[in-house]
């Protein structure tokens, strides 16, 4: 017969054993469980639901993820997908999401084109003026243009320029909204390295120079010059509209 010592050391030893054996046991499920949900078609992705994306159809932007159906959703790398998608210079924010057993969810920002930079070649911005890609063939180019602006300025002094092409694109928004618009469309925004900037507008390409904000009355001033020139049948170079120590004083120059 065993001592009360011994009989207690068994009986704790029995009980660690009786611990490790269903820890095994247990740990043996969470491999097992853990492999078969990894490599299970029953978790075979079935459906990339995409939201947020007008530029490209569902399934490009998948493929731009690096994504396939019948992935398995638990082996999929999200982080990655969004990195890749973020590459993009369209796509400015990517997330991604799983729904069990097969649905990955993609949500994505694109950025939206509000004019044209040409800066040595031509680069497309967004309203804030941020620019963000170099214009290719597919690229909406209905847009104001603004130029005046080197490619060395948009390296070297980002804040600046962003600045500067959304004083431009309200400038010519500002234009769209007068009676001038529809008579002579605007061709270009140009930003003088002083800061102030003129419209190149009609197919004769006027030029009507508009100094520094605010714009509204030389706007104003350039319809009723231009409606004179248009009843004496003259030919328009330039409308100098800048000089703000004698705001009523417009010069015309004749072709």
Do not use: C
């Amino acid at each position: 017969a065993l001592s009360p010592r011994n009989a207690a050391i068994l009986k704790v030893t029995r009980a660690i054993l009786g611990t490790v054996l269903i820890l095994a046991v247990a740990g043996a499920l969470v491999v097992g469980l853990r492999r078969f949900v990894r490599t299970s078609t029953r978790f075979g992705v079935s459906e990339y639901i995409v939201h947020g994306a007008e530029r490209r159809p569902p399934a490009e932007i998948v493929g731009a993820a690096g994504l396939h159906r019948g992935d398995n959703i638990f082996q999929l790398d999200l982080e990655g997908a969004r990195k890749r998608l973020l590459a993009d210079p369209w796509i400015i924010e990517a997330r991604m999401s799983r729904r069990l057993p097969g649905t990955v969810t993609i949500d994505v920002r694109e950025r939206k084109a509000a004019g044209l930079v040409a800066a040595g070649e031509t680069y497309l911005v967004t309203r804030e003026g941020e620019v963000f890609k170099k214009l290719e063939a597919q690229d909406p180019t209905d847009l104001p243009v603004v130029t005046g602006i080197s490619l060395t300025e948009v390296l070297d002094d980002r804040i600046g320029v962003q600045k500067s092409i959304r004083r431009a694109l309200d400038l010519s928004d500002e234009y769209a909204r007068t009676d001038l618009a529809g008579r002579y469309p605007i061709q270009e925004v140009n930003v003088r390295p002083d800061g102030t900037m003129s419209l190149t507008v009609g197919k004769h390409a006027i030029t009507l120079m508009m100094g520094k904000e605010p714009f509204r009355r030389k706007l104003d001033q350039a319809s009723r010059v231009l409606r004179e020139t248009e009843r004496r049948g003259a030919k328009i170079d330039a409308v100098l509209l800048d000089n703000d120590a004698r705001p009523e004083r417009v010069v015309v120059r004749m072709r």
